[in-house]
């Protein structure tokens, strides 16, 4: 499900709350966002907003981490199915491609929110999970498919820790340079010309 | 040249207000930055800091040009050695080691600033300006292995793309996240196993 649709149909407060946020940051960005922006988007009290969160940065704290456990709960699940294909699917999952206007709005807030992470340790721990996540899933994956010969016989912490920070960059060029689609699409594309050259085992399709 | 002994020595005032930039830059960081405090560090009167600049963000553009003009011309040039040695030595000088702490304030720095490009032009100019620098170094390094045989016939777009789009993502990491100097030369070492992988032309190294 993607971001928009997770907001666009809040069914409790704290789903508002988050709604609310996610509408004021692709409306004003990080830099301009008050507690009063957030407030106009939300169709409860203010004072009802103040109950739940002490500073914009508790609320914006708390949003990260309602995001992430959306991206968990959502990403495909290990399953199955052939490594190199999961591999594929993960990455087609997070890896930025060409955003439309509100998407690319939200990312580039989302660069601000990481920016924070500079200097504050509660955003630092968000972000910080978030890349263990990934990091994680990722090797997961990459033991499966060594274990069942599908893959060489790699450490899958290096070849995960390359997935990840790829792709972590391929968001900051997104927000902050003018790459377009084009050029977020052919680092994806020489992420899965990596997965063949590294990690495919040819003993496995070879026959010598 | 490290940054730091780029700003020891300042000899004029654009290089006294360079100077001063980078050192309250380490101390406040971008949020907390003021022209007060960039003035603290300048040994002139603050009204010759104004008359050179408008504003707070006039001057740090200014900064990040400075910046990438200085790293342009220490960056180890390309030149008639092997292109493999040649792209690691690139790969060296721009992918984040360990930090210590005065570099890791100032990287913390330099991401606050770049999650100003999301919504400044000015910044974004500059930092599309050193992305595209830096992607330009490894084209030219990598068509120059591929004409004389050393690496394979790739897409040096595409090689380049992955190259800056790691650094840059472990770039991001190290300033927003708990990563480790360890963590950080993993990446590293995974971008020479990748050269390896994908790069190298057995063909000229085999004897068949």
Redesign the interface.
Known sequence: MPLGELFADPTDTREELMAATYGALCEH???DLTIQRISDHFPKSRSLLYHHYDSKDELLVDFLGYILDHQESTLPQDADGEPTQQLRELLDHIHPTAPDTQRSQFL??I??L??Q???NPE??AQ??RS?QYFHDRFVRILERGIADGHFRTVDP???A??F???????M??A?????DGE?LS??R???D??ID??LTNVDSEAAE
């Open positions: 960005g990080y830099a580039c807030a660069i601000e990481r920016a992470a500079a200097t955003y630092q972000f910080t890349t912490d290096r070849v820790g390359l990840v920070t790829t792709i972590e960059g391929a900051l060029q927000a902050t340079t003018d790459v050029q052919t680092v594309a020489e992420l010309t990596y050259a590294r």
